[in-house]
């Protein structure tokens, strides 16, 4: 999934996602050959524990 379609999803921003992964509270995110975030099924994981902790 890309970083759009995880914000909407979850209804952050994605700025909040970039900062979650930023300040390591989910790990590196696996990105495409151009550079493009590819949330898996496991970063999803991540994110939803980021969100209930906060």
């Known amino acids: 999934m890309t970083i759009k379609e995880v914000s909407?999803?979850?209804h952050i921003?994605?700025?909040t996602l970039r900062y979650y992964e930023r300040v390591g509270m989910i790990p590196k995110v696996t990105r495409t050959p151009s550079g493009i975030r590819?949330?898996?099924?496991e970063d999803l994981g991540w994110v939803e524990l980021a969100l209930c902790m906060r």
């Open 13 to 15: 921003t994605q700025d």
């Open 8 to 10: 909407e999803k979850y």
């Open 38 to 41: 590819n949330y898996q099924p």
